[in-house]
């Protein structure tokens, strides 16, 4: 399986400030990764797919990068309702694997 | 607009069976890939299995064949998740996703098993 590390294991932020989490894969995936946003209580939701592509609907704060096993997710300005924990996932083979999360709290 | 609703929580003992499922609508249900989720209490997501509806071809995650089973009934557009035996263990929230773009866009609300004695 392709194991995925992701740091900081949680991170705490003002509004406004500019948030980089870092996720890297045991080997390469090429762009074959994704960002998720979970807040408490409810299912993970879609921020970025294939390394990059932001889904519809969400903000342009938030922007994905990299490619082989190092990714970045950036949120450029923290909001309040950017609280959450972010995980990547990694789709270039089976099983698919989720790192283990980081939390963003807001100072 | 595409929706993914999961049948509601359940409370099992040690041993007891248990079938959970997953329903979808508006969308070609036959044609997306439908994975399934664990997420144990106060832990991060894990990837357990998937399923192609349109010819049930199927895959699990090394840490889950042969302890769950996923099936899908593309008459009623609804995946499963299903257990023989539960184990304490088990006692965690099933999530279902739909495939789109290689992630998972659209989840279900979630599913809570207990299992308790």
């Known amino acids: 399986d392709i194991q995925m590390t992701q740091s900081p294991s949680s991170v705490s932020a003002s509004v406004g400030d500019r948030v980089t989490i870092t996720c890297r894969a045991s080997?390469?995936?090429?762009?074959?990764l994704a960002w998720y946003q979970q807040k408490p209580g409810k299912a993970p939701k879609l921020l970025i797919y294939?390394?990059?592509n932001l889904e519809s609907g969400v903000p342009s704060r938030f922007s994905g990068s990299g490619s082989g096993t190092d990714f970045t997710l950036s949120i450029s300005s923290l909001q309040p309702e950017d609280s959450a924990t972010y995980y990547c996932q990694q789709s270039n083979s089976f099983p698919w694997t989720f790192g283990q999360g980081t939390k963003v709290e807001i100072k | 607009e595409v929706q993914v609703v999961q049948s509601g929580a359940e409370v099992k003992k040690p041993g007891e069976s248990l079938k959970i499922s997953c329903k979808a609508s508006a969308y070609s249900f036959t044609n997306y890939w439908i994975g399934w989720v664990r997420q144990m209490p106060g832990k991060g997501l894990e990837w357990m299995g998937i399923?192609?509806?349109?010819?049930?071809?199927?895959r699990y995650s090394p840490s889950f064949q042969g302890q769950v089973t996923i099936s899908a009934d593309k008459s009623i557009n609804t995946a499963y998740l299903q257990w023989r035996s539960l184990k304490a263990s088990d006692t965690a929230i099933y999530y279902c996703?739909?495939?789109?773009?290689?992630?998972?866009?659209?989840w279900g609300q979630g599913t809570m098993v207990t299992v308790s004695s």
């Open positions: 996703a739909r495939r789109m773009n290689d992630a998972f866009d659209f």
């Open positions: 399923i192609y509806p349109g010819d049930s071809d199927t």
């Open positions: 080997q390469a995936i090429a762009s074959w």
């Open positions: 294939t390394a990059s």
